[in-house]
């Protein structure tokens, strides 16, 4: 297999200047390159830059694929919409981690595939991705504890370790988390039961009206510095925090029931037993239909020979004359009718008479070997 390395940098935030630009080209004279974004596929060589420092510096999503198995997605977002605190609750482990720098969070997800990576088509995946990002600045922590599982999934916890809070709605995956949750390969047995203890997930739904109300209770000074960042700096984080202040003060300071926490050698067992239990129960519904379709092929058979009785001479006749031919299609279609005379004289108790007839048609066609070959094949 030939070596396939895909990566892909976004700039979310504000674009790239046109010196931020130049200084990615010096990098790769062949990727594709525009004010938000990175792309290079490698067949050979080497990737010459450095994605962390590129994350720090210009980007704020990335990702990796190689086709011997590895998968790589970074989230850039600042940190006054992520506390590090929170998510290193979460993400501690070897295949997701979190480190701040110069005001930045950013989030690593790392998946390997020791037996080597299938084909995935790379294109347009991270962009089914990047919404995550906006469901973090958001406040919603679901992403964390999918990165947490598959910590735990590969081993990189004690049994004995106790699991974050699962978020709310955690049952209820987004279609990115659903992609993100694909793309770390996290087991679908392990996230039905992580998902066991999760609340419903308020929508987050309101309407304009109730927006502008809040909005309009903001000192005019604040409004007027979120403006001018959307204008001048291009910079939309101000409105994710008022964002995230509306939704907090429209939840009112509720507080969730606690849940007891689980450990990680609970999830696991949970989730094997799960596993064994739901193929226990797919084999069941399996032979039931092969059952079904069993006894709905013998009735079809008995209806069919009931259809063909009294036929037999007819049928004997037909035999013959399809050996005569020598072709191997009418020997085919020979057998077949043979198959169906045999099976005609066993429903009504006549084999002993089959039996000797085609002991004859042996006999007489024995120098045809192909023939011959066939009715062994059929049983015959």
Not at 26 to 52: C, H, L, Q
Not at 126 to 148: F, N
């Amino acid at each position: 297999m030939s070596e396939y390395q895909y990566y892909e940098f976004q700039a979310i935030d504000r674009p790239l200047t046109g010196e931020e630009t130049g200084e990615l080209r010096s990098v790769s004279t062949r990727a594709r390159i525009t004010p938000t974004s990175f792309v290079n596929e490698y067949a050979w060589g080497r990737f010459k830059g450095d994605e962390d420092a590129w994350m720090e510096k210009y980007f704020d999503a990335f990702l990796y694929l190689a086709n011997w198995g590895t998968r790589v997605l970074k989230l850039r977002l600042p940190s006054r919409l992520l506390e590090v605190k929170a998510a290193e609750k979460y993400v501690a482990g070897d295949s997701a981690f979190v480190r701040e720098k110069s005001g930045k969070v950013i989030l690593s997800f790392v998946s390997e595939d020791e037996e080597g990576g299938e084909w995935v088509e790379a294109e347009g995946l991270l962009s089914s991705l990047i919404p995550v990002r906006a469901e973090l600045t958001r406040g919603d922590l679901r992403a964390l504890y999918l990165g947490w599982l598959l910590c735990a999934q590969n081993g990189e916890f004690d049994d004995e370790d106790t699991e974050p809070p699962v978020p709310p709605g955690f049952g209820q995956l987004s279609a990115s988390l659903k992609s993100l949750a694909g793309f770390l390969r996290i087991d679908d047995d392990l996230l039905h039961i992580a998902a066991g203890t999760s609340g419903r997930l308020d929508d987050g739904g309101f309407k304009r009206e109730e927006i502008k109300a809040w909005v309009a209770r903001l000192p005019p000074s604040e409004k007027e510095e979120v403006l001018a960042s959307l204008i001048v700096d291009i910079d939309r984080s101000p409105v994710t925090q008022l964002l995230q202040r509306f939704l907090e003060e429209r939840a009112g300071g509720a507080v969730a029931t606690p849940v007891a926490r689980r450990t990680v050698g609970e999830l696991l067992r949970a989730a094997e037993t799960y596993a064994e239990e739901r193929r226990r129960i797919k084999a069941e519904k399996s032979a039931g239909e092969n059952a079904r379709r069993e006894q709905e092929a013998l009735i079809a058979r008995e209806k069919y020979l009931d259809g063909i009785a009294g036929r037999e001479p007819k049928l004997w006749s037909e035999v013959e004359g399809l050996i005569a031919t020598r072709q191997p299609k009418r020997y085919d279609q020979a057998v077949k009718l043979l198959v169906d005379l045999r099976d005609l004289a066993q429903h009504d108790s006549r084999s002993a008479g089959f039996n000797l007839k085609l002991e004859a048609i042996r006999d007489a066609h024995s120098g045809k070997l192909t023939f011959i070959d066939r009715l062994k094949k059929a049983g015959l």
